[in-house]
């Protein structure tokens, strides 16, 4: 894939939302860019601020990892949000923060299913399910096809599909990543959270590192051409927007209800591990505190943090 030379050309703020997006700021390198806005955030940032750059050299993933962020080739950004009162206080009138993170993988997801040409996945409540059908079967071959180094064939763009907690993948493969890092400041009541996206948006294969090629996937890769960057951005903020508003309503059903339908592993068998666990079970929801819900041989177990792999391994494990 040849690596795109010109720089983000991003809006100052984005155009049709009512918060999110307000103010964007672009810096062409940054450690993290959600480093960058807790600072910002610290001293007294206005929330809706998005914060993107072209490189990071510092990019942190979840779970205490490293996030691979090749300069020009992807959408590395954050976005501040204000939600409330820190935990538990007496401003903390916001519906659960886990919502937030799901919220940014439906918003995610929609928008790269948009520019990867193949939509979403539409109900991903198990094989034989009308919505599957619908999409050809695709589904079915995104879930069984994780980790697969082969290219989709000709006509059969998959649909973008969201794996627990906030892994958008086409393909079975990982094309965002999302974080979020939350704090108080600039006084001890006034909490905010970086909302962090990383997606790999015009990556070749080369341009992973080795250990990722076989698990990560760029749009254009899917696509077969290069995807613009801006409009991406763009649509992403402006999904991001609203259902956000909806949140801070406490309308969030409708948002948990797409969260179910884009999971790629709802109704299937699934391995959970991290965090001190490792038990096998049936996908059966997700919880408004945007737990995983596993149906296993010993009952219905919660994951909140960890790892999830497609397929039964057989772990009964705490
Ligand atoms: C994951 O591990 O899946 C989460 C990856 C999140 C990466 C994004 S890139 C923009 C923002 N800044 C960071 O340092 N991380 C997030």
């Not at 991003?10 to 480093?35: C, H």
């Not at 601020?49 to 993933?61: C, K, M, N, Y």
């Not at 600039?186 to 080369?206: D, M, S, T, Y």
């Not at 296993?296 to 057989?314: H, P, Q």
Request: aromatic share 6%; net charge positive.
């Amino acid at each position: 894939m040849k690596h795109l030379s010109k720089p983000l050309s991003l809006p100052g703020a984005v155009p049709g939302t009512e918060l999110l997006g307000r103010s964007v700021i672009y810096v062409p390198a940054a450690d993290s860019t959600n480093a960058y806005l807790a600072r910002l955030a610290r001293k007294g940032q206005e929330e809706g601020t998005v914060v993107a750059a072209d490189s990071q050299w510092a990019g942190r993933g979840r779970r205490g990892r490293n996030w691979h962020s090749a300069p020009g080739l992807g959408l590395w950004f954050s976005v501040l949000l204000r939600p409330g009162g820190p935990p538990g206080g007496a401003l903390d009138t916001s519906p659960p923060l886990g919502l937030i993170t799901l919220m940014a993988g439906v918003a995610a997801a929609e928008a790269i299913g948009a520019a990867a040409g193949g939509g979403t996945v539409s109900g991903g409540s198990g094989a034989g399910s009308a919505a599957a059908a619908a999409a050809g079967g695709r589904a079915q071959t995104m879930v069984s096809g994780a980790g697969d180094t082969a290219a989709p064939p000709v006509g059969a763009t998959p649909p973008a599909g969201i794996k627990w907690p906030n892994d958008v993948l086409l393909g079975g493969r990982k094309t965002a990543g999302i974080l979020a890092e939350s704090g108080t400041g600039p006084g001890r009541e006034q909490r905010w959270v970086a909302l962090g996206i990383g997606i790999n948006v015009n990556h070749g294969p080369k341009d992973f590192p080795e250990d990722l090629r076989s698990k990560a996937v760029s749009i254009a890769a899917i696509r077969g051409g290069p995807v613009p960057r801006e409009p991406l951005f763009i649509s992403l903020i402006q999904n991001l927007d609203r259902l956000y508003a909806l949140w801070r309503q406490g309308r969030h059903g409708t948002m948990l209800n797409r969260w179910r339908e884009l999971c790629v592993h709802m109704g299937r068998p699934v391995t959970v591990t991290g965090s001190g666990v490792a038990f096998s079970g049936r996908t059966i929801d997700v919880t408004a505190e945007g737990l995983l819900a596993v149906e296993t041989d010993s009952g219905v177990r919660y994951a909140a943090a960890g790892e999830v792999s497609l397929g039964w391994d057989g772990c009964t494990g705490p």
